[in-house]
C-alpha cells in the first residue's frame, strides 16, 4: 500500500507539473500574441449613400488582429465583396462580452451588426452564466440598432497552438459551451449566428494550422479570415442580405 501510494502521488505531482509547464507556455504564447494583435488597424469604409450600413463590433478578430493589411480582415473581405458598403468598425483588441455594450452605444442607423467575440471570455475562463447575460444583453441592444444581427463566435480555441494538453481539452469545451451559448441567446432575439466550431479531426483551423494561423498562432491569417467569409455567406448569405437592403433603400430614395 505504501508504495502505491507513493506511485499516485508521483503520478500527480507529474500531472500537476505537467499542466503548470503547458499553462505557462500559453500564457507566454498568448502575451505575444497580446502584444501582434494591438499593431492590427480596424478596417472602416464610408461606400455610397444609398447602400447598406454594416456596424462590426467585438474583439481583435473584428478590428483584424492575424491578418496583413486592414484590407484582408472579414470586415474588409465583406467590403470588397459589396463595394456599395459602409462599415463602422467599432471593434477592440482584448474585448469580451461584457465590453460589447459600449460600442452598440449611439442612435446612428445601421442595416445590419456584426458580432465577432467570444475567444476573450473563452481564455480568461468567465463564468459561464456571466457569460449568458452578457451575451443576451448584447443580442437585446444590437437588436435595437439594426434589424439584421449576425452573430460569429471563434471555432475551436483547444485547436490553437499555444494550448497544449490538458489545457487544450478545457479550451476546447468553453469553445463549444461559447458557441451552444451564443446560438441559443441568438435564436431565441431574432439574430443569426455563424458557427465555426468543429472537432480537432475536421477544423481546418487544426488540420492545417501553419497557414490558417497567423503568426501568433492564435488569430486567423489572411487565408483563416477567408474562410471565415466563406462560412458566414454559405451559413447566413450575409453579402446577399445587405445587397438586397441596398437595392431596398435606393428604390425607395427614387420614389422622393
Known amino acids: 500500500m505504501k508504495r502505491a501510494h507513493i506511485a499516485a502521488l508521483t503520478g500527480l505531482s507529474l500531472l500537476v507539473g505537467l499542466a503548470a509547464g503547458t499553462a505557462g507556455y500559453a500564457a507566454l504564447r498568448l502575451a505575444r500574441s497580446a502584444k501582434l494583435a494591438g499593431r492590427s488597424h480596424s478596417y ?14 467585438g474583439d481583435g478578430t473584428g478590428s483584424g488582429a ?3 493589411a486592414p484590407e484582408r480582415s472579414l470586415p474588409g473581405l465583406l467590403s470588397r465583396a459589396n463595394p456599395a458598403l459602409t462599415v463602422v468598425n467599432r471593434a477592440q483588441h482584448g474585448a469580451c462580452f461584457g465590453d460589447l455594450l459600449s460600442q452598440l452605444d449611439g442612435d446612428e442607423p445601421f442595416d445590419a451588426v456584426l458580432v465577432l467575440g467570444g475567444g476573450n471570455d473563452v481564455i480568461r475562463m468567465r463564468p459561464l452564466g456571466d457569460l449568458r447575460h452578457a451575451v443576451e444583453q448584447v443580442a437585446q441592444r444590437a437588436r435595437v440598432r439594426a434589424d439584421l444581427v449576425v452573430f460569429m463566435p471563434p471555432g ?6 499555444p494550448f497544449l494538453p490538458p489545457w487544450d481539452w478545457w479550451m476546447a469545451w468553453r ?3 461559447l458557441n451552444a451559448i451564443v446560438s441559443e441567446v441568438a435564436r431565441a432575439n431574432g439574430a443569426l449566428c455563424v458557427s465555426l466550431y468543429q472537432t480537432r479531426e475536421d477544423d481546418p483551423f487544426a488540420r492545417h494550422s501553419g497557414r490558417m494561423h497567423s503568426k501568433d498562432a492564435l488569430h ?4 483563416g479570415y477567408e ?7 454559405t451559413q447566413v448569405q450575409l453579402s446577399a442580405r445587405l445587397r438586397k437592403i441596398g437595392r431596398t433603400a435606393a428604390w425607395r430614395g427614387a420614389d422622393f
Open 175 to 177: 469553445s463549444r459551451r
Open 44 to 57: 472602416d469604409r464610408v461606400a455610397e449613400a444609398q447602400g447598406s450600413r454594416l456596424l462590426v463590433i
Open 227 to 233: 474562410l471565415w467569409q466563406r462560412e458566414l455567406e
Open 156 to 161: 475551436n480555441l483547444g485547436n490553437a497552438r
Open 220 to 223: 486567423p491569417s489572411d487565408a
Open 66 to 68: 492575424g491578418a496583413s
